[in-house]
C-alpha cells in the first residue's frame, strides 16, 4: 500500500440548514514515500478541502465518504482514537499561504520551537530540534530576530522550520509561494526541495506556479472536485487542451514549444524546463 492513499473520497461543507457544497467528487490517488507530488487545478476545484482532510483540520465529517489512508491507517475513519490522530499529525505537516498568520511568537527561535513543546518534548531535544531546522531553512542568523520584521520569504522558511522541527514525514504546502516576491519564492521553493531530496520528506506542493510544478516528481491535477490528469510532469503537460479547458496555464517553454511548432520549428526531446527547452532549440538551430 502507497504511502497516503485516497480512495474514493467525496466531501460537502454542510451549511446551517442550506444545501451542501460539494468539494471533492470521488478522488482516488495515491502518493508513495518520498515522493514530491505537486497539485493543480483552479480557485475552487477542492484543493485545500482535500489538504485540510489529510491534515484532520477539518473535522465536520457530515457530508464525507471515501477513506485516506496514511501508512495504512484510515485517518477519516470514525473509530480512530484520540491518541491516533495525535499520532497522525505529527506525522502529517501542513504549511498555509499567509506566513503571518503561521507566527505565533515575538522571536524566531521560540516560534520554530513552539510545535515541539506542543508535542510534549524534553527542553533539550527542542534544542536540537530548532537549531537544526533553522539551519535547514538557512535561517540560523535569524534566531533571535522578531518574525514581524522579516521578508515574507524568510517567514515562510520560519513556518517550515516550525514544521520540521515536529519531524513529520509529510509535508503539504497550500500555496505557501502564492504570497510571496519572486525571491521570497525562489527561497521557499528551494527550501521544499532540500526537504524532499536531502531528508526524504514525502511533499505535496499545492501551487499555482507551472514552473514548480515543473520540478515535481508527479503532477494531479483537480477540477472541480475532480481529478482530471495524473502523471510526470512530462505526461500532465503534453495533455495542453487538458489543462486550457481546466483553466490552466502550461509552463511556458512549453508554451513556446507549442508556438515554435506552429511556426515550423518542432522541438525535440524533453522539454518540461527552461534548461532542456534552451538545449532542444540550439540544437533546432544547429540542424537548419
Ligand atoms: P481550492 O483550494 O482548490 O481553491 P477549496 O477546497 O477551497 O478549493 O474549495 C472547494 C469548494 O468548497 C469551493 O466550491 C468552495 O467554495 C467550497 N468551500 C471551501 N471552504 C468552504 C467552507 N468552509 N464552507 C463552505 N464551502 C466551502
Ligand atoms: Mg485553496
Do not use: W
Request: with cysteine; aromatic share 6%.
Amino acid at each position: 500500500m502507497a504511502f497516503i492513499e485516497v480512495k474514493n473520497l467525496s466531501y460537502a461543507y454542510g451549511g446551517e440548514g442550506d444545501s451542501p457544497v460539494y468539494a471533492l467528487n470521488n478522488l482516488s490517488f495515491e502518493i508513495e514515500k518520498g515522493e514530491y507530488v505537486a497539485i493543480l487545478g483552479h480557485n475552487g476545484s477542492g484543493k485545500s478541502t482535500f489538504a485540510k482532510l489529510l491534515t484532520m483540520v477539518i473535522d465536520d465529517y457530515d457530508y464525507l465518504s471515501g477513506n485516506i489512508y496514511v501508512d495504512g491507517v484510515d485517518i477519516l475513519s470514525e473509530d480512530i482514537s484520540e491518541d491516533e490522530i495525535f499520532e497522525l499529525r505529527k506525522r502529517v505537516g501542513m504549511v498555509f499561504q499567509n506566513p503571518d498568520n503561521q507566527l505565533v511568537a515575538t522571536v524566531v527561535e521560540e516560534d520554530v520551537a513552539f510545535g515541539p513543546e506542543n508535542l510534549g518534548i524534553e527542553r533539550s531535544e527542542i534544542r536540537r530540534r530548532v537549531d537544526e531546522a533553522l539551519q535547514t531553512v538557512g535561517m540560523t542568523k535569524y534566531a533571535k530576530h522578531e518574525p514581524h520584521r522579516l521578508s515574507g520569504g524568510q517567514k515562510q522558511r520560519v513556518a517550515i522550520a516550525g514544521i520540521i522541527a515536529m519531524m513529520p514525514e509529510c509535508m503539504i504546502f497550500d500555496e505557501s509561494t502564492a504570497m510571496l516576491d519572486p525571491m521570497g519564492r525562489r527561497e521557499v521553493i528551494s527550501t521544499v526541495e532540500k526537504l524532499n531530496r536531502e531528508s526524504g520528506i514525502t511533499t505535496i506542493n499545492i501551487t499555482h506556479y507551472m514552473d514548480e510544478a515543473a520540478r515535481a516528481d508527479r503532477i494531479i491535477v483537480f477540477n472541480n472536485g475532480s481529478v482530471i490528469l495524473k502523471g510526470t510532469p512530462k505526461e500532465v503537460f503534453a495533455q495542453s487542451e487538458i489543462m486550457r479547458a481546466a483553466g490552466l496555464d502550461l509552463p511556458q517553454c512549453i508554451d513556446l514549444a507549442e508556438k515554435l511548432k506552429k511556426n515550423g520549428v518542432a522541438l525535440k526531446g524533453d522539454i518540461t524546463n527552461p534548461y532542456q527547452c534552451a538545449e532542444a532549440v540550439a540544437a533546432a538551430l544547429k540542424d537548419k
